[in-house]
């Protein structure tokens, strides 16, 4: 369990506790219940990642929304996006292998996470990636619930397949957004698992050598 799990757990364990002395036993139930959901939220369980080359997989739990075709600075690519529930594992992950070319964070609004405009409206930070099956991008989008997204990792970190990279508080979206050469296995409304669901597999190498460059995120047409 995260330790924002412990920290909220501990806040409305002890509220409970309070508030059952001041007044009745029964009164304590909804407190305890929120926290106890709280702790369950915030779980991060291990995942046995595939080791298989020229994977791609899932960096969230939850339901696939959304496959399609888009474009990114004038290129073709192809974009995935999945929907959190507040049930799901929050623990983000490394789809990919490689190397952190940015991670840029904006601000903005909060429309419901499996919203279009979301992807492109919606508070966010992009994380993009240096692979070997070219660049990768990882949306984490806010949602109505979610109000903060956060990114563990640092511009010109490596990763590995399936690594933890950050966290997505409540209800909320991840987009993937990858060059055509990889080919994908998912299509809306497949659940899925983070480091776990194979998303796409490689068909080529279109990313080695690693190029490290300056770029902008994805947003225009996604």
């Known amino acids: 369990m995260l330790r924002e799990g412990y920290q909220y757990g501990a806040a409305f364990g002890a509220a409970a506790l309070l508030l059952g002395l001041a007044l009745e036993p029964w009164t304590a139930i909804p407190l305890l219940a929120a926290g106890l ?36 600075e004038g290129r073709p690519c192809q974009r995935v996006s999945i929907f959190l529930s ?7 992950r490394s789809p990919v292998a490689g190397q952190i070319r940015e991670v840029q964070y904006a601000p903005g609004r909060f429309y419901a996470a499996w919203k279009e405009q979301a992807s492109i409206e919606n508070e966010r930070n992009t994380i993009t990636m240096d692979t070997e099956g070219g660049p990768v991008i990882c ?25 933890r990279i950050g966290l997505m508080k409540f209800s909320s979206r991840m987009d993937v957004i990858m060059d055509p050469a990889w080919e994908l296995t998912v299509k809306a409304g497949d659940r899925v698992v983070g480091g776990v669901s194979i998303l796409a597999r490689l068909t080529s190498l279109v990313g080695a050598p690693v190029r490290r460059s300056s770029s902008r995120s994805e947003g225009d047409t996604a």
Request: aromatic letters at 8%.
């Open 37 to 72: 959901f709280l702790m369950f939220f915030f779980r991060d369980p291990e995942r046995q990642v595939p080791t298989a080359p020229g994977l791609m997989v899932s960096p969230a739990d939850g339901r696939v929304v959304e496959v399609r075709e888009t474009e990114r």
């Open 86 to 92: 507040p049930l799901n594992v929050h623990v983000n």
């Open 139 to 163: 949306k984490q989008i806010a949602g109505v619930l979610a109000r903060r997204v956060v990114c563990w990792k640092k511009s010109g970190e490596n990763v590995l397949r399936g690594e």
